[in-house]
């Protein structure tokens, strides 16, 4: 029996092992050419959880093969770890420099996504409010300088919005900023197809400039059974038909949304290459997660560095609706120290969380 359980043991290392390494190094494929590397670095999480409790159980067991192999594949794929799942405390300010906090928040157009009538004030815009952020990119967003009575956004809430935020933009295509300080667009030439959408300003903080991109890059375009049958894959079932159906259904999706990504990601680097500014944020819904290909080259290429893996604290997901709990809103910066903090909120209505990173420029 012991000797059942240290090959089962020895099987299941190599396989989470490699499992884990791919998923951690994943985004260095491009899609384009191979896109299950890809599909493999969304499902990183899941291998951190499976490798951990291999380890545990082959150090508990004394498998020393097992567990060192184990070890071996932390050691390849800790740098997916420390972008999925940073340890950072929050830091006072220091110094005399302005201090800034950016939310990037996909709004959903405002709408409760479990449909559930709005007959109160709205929440996701009472969440904005109370975040308190001096700028805020928003994605899926109505014009918020009327009412509007059907999504709950009252007159208090348009004034409040206005007071707190003396500076906004509607560019007509979902993408908004609200702004503490003064904005300028920036006009962008390339436009990326599909539903992706990209939009830039200049921001004016006390005298200093900081260029802010937000984002949404293609959707995985899933339709209601497509949201069926992960519902079905996750509850586990009849796994083998699941599984089946799901690469040929949900599979395709999302890899033809990986290798969109990658071309939006390369004419994303075309603009911020372009870009004088010394201090950049891009910002907004990736519709992937940290460690992703386009991830991964906007930071090889423009220097750009990862929020969350700066001042975060653990593991999280941006996503929340239909059991996809991903982490697919990023935050990248260049051009300013770490962050003071990053954190993720648990507010609103969307279904998306937004995401709150805090400079001292």
């Known amino acids: 029996m012991r000797k059942l359980i240290r090959i089962l043991l020895l099987v299941s290392s190599v396989v989470a092992g490699i499992c884990f390494v791919g998923a951690a190094l994943g985004g260095n494929v491009d899609p384009r050419v191979w896109s299950w590397p890809g599909v493999l670095t969304m499902s990183f ?12 159980l082959s150090g508990l067991n004394r498998s020393w093969l097992p567990f060192g192999i184990c070890v071996a594949a932390w050691v390849a794929g800790w740098s997916g770890v ?11 300010p220091s110094g ?9 928040y996909n709004v959903f157009g405002l709408r409760d996504y479990t449909d559930v009538p709005i007959e109160e004030a709205n929440q996701t815009v009472s969440a904005i409010l109370a ?3 001096d700028v805020v990119a928003l994605q899926e967003c109505v014009s918020l300088e009327k009412p509007l009575p059907m999504l709950g956004y009252t007159s208090a809430q348009a004034d409040s919005i206005k007071d707190a935020y003396p500076y906004r933009r509607f560019n007509g295509n979902g993408m908004a900023i609200l702004s503490r300080y003064p904005v300028k667009s920036i006009k962008i030439k390339e436009k990326p197809e599909g539903t992706a959408v990209f939009a830039g300003w200049k ?3 006390d005298g200093i400039r900081v260029d802010l991109y937000s984002v949404h890059l293609q959707s995985f375009g899933l339709n209601s059974n497509d949201k069926q049958l992960y519902r079905r894959l996750t509850d586990g079932g009849d796994l083998k038909h699941n599984v089946k159906e799901a690469r ?3 599979i395709p999706k999302v890899t033809h949304a990986l290798r969109c990504h990658a071309d939006e990601g390369e004419m994303l680097q075309r603009i911020i290459e372009a870009d004088s ?3 950049i944020i891009l910002c907004g819904d990736f519709n992937d997660v940290p460690g992703s290909y386009v991830a991964t080259q906007l930071q090889k290429q423009c220097g750009l560095k990862g929020a969350w893996a700066g001042g975060g604290f653990g593991p999280t997901w941006t996503y929340r609706a239909n059991r996809f709990y991903f982490h697919i809103d ?3 910066y260049r051009g300013m120290e770490r962050p003071l903090q990053t954190r993720r909120l648990r507010i609103g209505q969307s279904d998306h969380y937004p995401l709150e990173s805090t400079f001292q420029l």
Do not use: F, K
């Open 45 to 56: 999480t899941v291998w951190c959880v499976v490798l951990a409790v291999v380890t545990a």
């Open 82 to 92: 420390r972008a999925v799942s940073p340890i950072n405390l929050s830091r006072d």
């Open 96 to 104: 005399d420099g302005p201090v800034l906090s950016v939310m990037t």
């Open 131 to 133: 975040s308190g952020a």
């Open 203 to 205: 921001i004016d903080v």
């Open 248 to 250: 040929h259904e949900l």
């Open 277 to 279: 500014c010394s201090r």
């Open 330 to 332: 990023q935050m990248l």
